[in-house]
């Protein structure tokens, strides 16, 4: 029997640009491995995910707990936050499209929000 590798139990792999990037229909297909909240685009090229706060603070925590993920996987999202938002965004920008990578983050970052929700 084999054991089946959650994305939140792997660490990124350095892409330094070599591959391609993820079909779409294989990132519509890993979709299903993420909490709800995350977004495909629509060509298949990045995720996105929008947090949604009472205030400024919360919004400023999350961005750094993003950072501080993306710091320990080599892997960086783009992300943007003011009063009430943090907005998260996935892609292999070498590639030119998704990975991976793009996905262990997101279901590693998802990881993170919970264990901090239940706190």
């Known amino acids: 029997m084999t054991e089946v590798c959650m994305l939140s139990d792997k660490s990124c792999a350095p892409c330094q640009g070599i591959g391609e990037a993820m079909e779409l229909s294989v990132a519509q297909g890993m979709m299903a491995q993420l909490a709800d909240g995350w977004v495909l685009a629509d060509d298949g090229k990045s995720l996105t995910r ?70």
């Open 50 to 119: 929008e947090y949604r706060f009472k205030g400024f603070a919360k919004a400023v925590y999350m961005a750094n707990t993003a950072a501080f993920l993306a710091d320990q996987q080599g892997h960086h999202p783009d992300v943007s936050f003011g009063w009430g938002y943090c907005r998260v965004l996935f892609t292999s920008h070498e590639l030119g499209g998704l990975s991976e990578n793009d996905f262990i983050c997101a279901a590693k970052l998802d990881q993170m929000v919970a264990v901090t929700a239940r706190a």
